[in-house]
């Protein structure tokens, strides 16, 4: 048994928590999207409205010899307590005398920020003595890291045996798991997967793992092009890896095997050049010219892939259906988004996660018209493989 946050009482208590605050700084070091910083505020206002005081540990960007100016996270103390209404108290380091006394200094209700997990190499390899030198400054500690949880790291996995009894999740963490959960053993049916994204050496693990608890999988992206290639479609110049070709015939049995749909794009938009400038044209997918490359998916493709959509009531999404960075390839990804969106508004369970995903959903300002974001784009894709998270390990078990 392990507590859950809105069982346990901080009153008092150091908080010891493990946040997400990497995000991404200008050359003026502001912070161009507080997404992650924003998912953390429940679990901080809980721990400071019971009286207790939040300690926060993150990493910022990869330093690589210790401490950097421009990976410092001084630079998030202006937006995190506008934030939250408070006062930062920032420690210039996250062990030794420095923190010690920013923490020894702190009143109930008061909140602190330490420096750089990352300004020690301990901390990636998550070095036993560097945790317990962090778990000094606390007497219970909370993972709120989802974007880390699969990093077996000092302050994501290692730090919780110093807090046998007191460790538990916050609020998104125990979101991301319920939510995750939900479509990977709770999903009513029809189940649809929209795996997207430019290759299919990333995806392999999570479509073996989705094949035993989803309907359909909707390819799109690059990756459609090792598919087609693998049943000798022309693919012209589109992005293919030939060494995975036998890896996408057997996922295609393996798919008839398990009486699962695994949909491939019918047509795709075709363009001359990798660029805005390029000519394009429409054209059946495994009929793709010598000299032209497959971008995006086609029309007839986004009409097949809403309906299959429209009649499913739970739906997974990660990866982009072309490149949506470019805007004449970004049809296909824009369609599905709001074709997700409507069929949220219908009633179906509808989760996005995985970078490319995320973009493309905030791109579209539809990030509230789905049912859940996953913040964890690595961390979500082991968890879809089935990969038990060291993050996760580290609470729940003893």
Known sequence: MFYQIDQYNFTGKRVLVRVDFNVPLDAGYHITDDTRIRAAIKTIQKIISDGGRAILMSHLGRPKNGPEEKFSLK???????????KEIFFANDCIGS?????VNNLKNGNIA?????????????????????????????????????????ASTAVIAKFFPTDKLFGYLMEDEIRNID??????????????????VSGKIAIIENLLSRVDNILIG??????????????????LVEDEKLETALYLLAKARNKNVNLYL???????????????IDICEIDSIPEGWMGLDIGPKTIEHYKEIIHRSKTILWNGP??????????????????????????????????GDSV????????????????????????????????????????
């Open 75 to 85: 630079h998030l103390v202006s937006r995190l307590g506008k934030l939250l209404g």
């Open 98 to 102: 420095e923190a010690l006394s920013v």
């Open 113 to 153: 920020l330490l420096e750089n997990l990352r300004f020690y190499k301990e901390e990636e390899a998550g070095d036993e003595f560097f945790a317990g030198q962090l778990a000094e400054l606390g007497d219970v500690y909370v993972n709120d890291a989802f974007g880390t949880a699969h990093r077996a790291h």
């Open 182 to 199: 939900r479509v990977l053993h709770n999903a009513q049916p029809p189940v649809t997967a929209i795996i997207g994204g430019s290759k």
């Open 221 to 238: 992206g690059g990756m459609a092009f090792t598919f087609i290639k693998a049943q000798k479609g022309k693919t012209g110049n589109s």
């Open 265 to 279: 794009p019918g047509d795709a938009v075709i363009a001359d050049q990798f660029s805005n400038d390029a000519r």
């Open 321 to 354: 259906m072309g490149v949506f960075e470019i805007e004449k390839f970004a049809t296909g990804t824009i369609e599905i988004a709001k074709e997700l969106a409507s069929a949220t508004s219908n009633g179906c369970f509808t989760l996005v996660g995985g």
């Open 359 to 398: 973009a493309a959903i905030n791109q579209y300002s539809l990030a509230d018209k789905v049912s859940y974001v996953s913040t964890g784009g690595g961390a979500m894709l082991e968890y879809l493989e089935g990969i038990e998270l060291p993050g996760i390990a580290a609470i729940r078990n003893k």
